[in-house]
Nanobody, 121 residues
Framework: QVQLVESGGGLVQAGGSLRLSCTVS????????MGWFRQAPGKEREFVVG????????TYADSVKGRFTISRDNAKNTVYLQMNSLKSEDTAVYYC??????????????WGQGTQVTVSS
């Protein structure tokens, strides 16, 4: 059984930084493309960024380009999301997700429980 566990959320002031982590267990981590999604109150869950397992290709949502950076450490079965220059509109529950195949904005069968990120203005 595949399990994803996020950590690193919290409360930060606008302009600040946070780093989220997501550790995968139960399956070979390097088989997965990984994605980060977020869901703000009253809004649908949206794709934030994805990274492939093979060539390290990355796709960012326009709203986070230049501010967020995804990386992965296959030896630690962990993917990271470094979030800089945070804005109040980044406030959301952040989820990591895993899928076989390449990066996609949908089609992730495996999800973490989510971690809250709150940015105060």
């Amino acid at each position: 059984q595949v399990q994803l566990v996020e950590s690193g959320g919290g409360l930060v002031q606008a302009g600040g930084s946070l780093r989220l982590s997501c550790t995968v267990s139960g399956r070979t981590f390097s088989s997965f493309a990984m994605g980060w999604f977020r869901q703000a109150p009253g809004k649908e869950r949206e794709f934030v960024v994805g990274i492939s397992w093979g060539d390290g290709s990355i796709t960012y949502a326009d709203s986070v380009k230049g501010r967020f950076t995804i990386s992965r450490d296959n030896a630690k079965n962990t993917v990271y999301l470094q979030m800089n220059s945070l804005k109040s509109e980044d406030t959301a529950v952040y989820y990591c997700a895993a899928r076989f195949g390449g990066i996609s904005i949908k089609g992730y069968p495996y999800w973490g429980q989510g971690t809250q990120v709150t940015v105060s203005s």
